[in-house]
């Protein structure tokens, strides 16, 4: 069973940083190309980043580029995503998503990991 | 960018009826070598992260009820949800996987 498990969110202050991580297992991670994807209370999905099998090429949402970093590390089944320059409208439960067998659809979701931005 | 713009916002629909969710793409999906469409359909409960229903337009997702379907191509997509249960009730969201920069619509939302 694929498992992706999301850590590293909580309360931070504007201007802070935090590494958000997710582990993955029940699959060859080293396999599929990763996204982050957010959610902000009561709004819908935003599309982050995207990083493929080897950890080059990587894409980010205009939103986010510049500010936002995303890795992985194939030898511990994790994928990451380095938030800087945090601000309020950050303030959004993420979620790690592994990417489908046959294509880029967004096949497998983590129950994600709240990120709130506040002084 | 590919804006995605979903129809209608929210849905309301009694138990046993057709639901119809559209999603408008602002440049095609469609990938004319391999006659697919870079699109897929999300099912997203309360509380819960979304569900893959739907991908390459119209490909049901394993375990997915057949009474969820989608079709179209292009830049116009359609999922249809015939006889809807109580289970059904979701925010339902469409994705184009065809940019490298991803996107979502807003979303629709069905109750019954």
């Known amino acids: 069973e694929v498992q992706l498990v999301e850590s590293g969110g909580g309360l931070v202050q504007p201007g802070g940083s935090l590494r958000l991580s997710c582990a993955a297992s029940g699959f060859t991670f080293s396999s599929h190309s990763m996204n982050w994807v957010r959610q902000a209370p009561g709004k819908g999905l935003e599309w982050l980043s995207y990083i493929s099998r080897s950890g080059t090429p990587t894409y980010y949402a205009d939103s986010v580029r510049g500010r936002f970093t995303i890795s992985r590390d194939n030898a511990k089944n994790s994928l990451y995503l380095q938030i800087d320059s945090l601000r309020a409208e950050d303030t959004a439960v993420y979620f790690c998503?592994?990417?489908?067998?046959?294509?880029?659809?967004?096949?497998?979701w983590g129950h994600g990991t709240l990120v709130t931005v506040s002084s | 960018d590919f804006v995605m713009t979903q129809s209608p916002e929210s849905l309301a629909v009694s138990l046993g009826e057709r639901a119809t969710i559209n999603c408008k793409s602002s440049q095609s999906v469609l990938l004319s070598s391999t006659n697919k469409n870079f699109l897929a359909w999300y099912q997203q409960k309360a509380g819960q992260p979304p569900k893959l229903l739907i991908y390459?337009?119209?490909t049901r997702e394993s375990g997915v009820p057949d009474r969820f379907s989608g079709s179209g191509s292009g830049t116009d997509f359609t999922l249809t949800i015939t006889s809807v249960q109580a289970e059904d009730v979701a925010v339902y969201y469409c994705?184009?996987?065809?940019?490298?920069?991803?996107?979502f619509g807003q979303g629709t939302k069905l109750e019954i």
């Open positions: 390459w337009a119209s």
């Open positions: 994705q184009q996987y065809y940019s490298t920069l991803y996107s």
């Open positions: 998503v592994r990417e489908g067998d046959s294509g880029s659809y967004s096949a497998s």
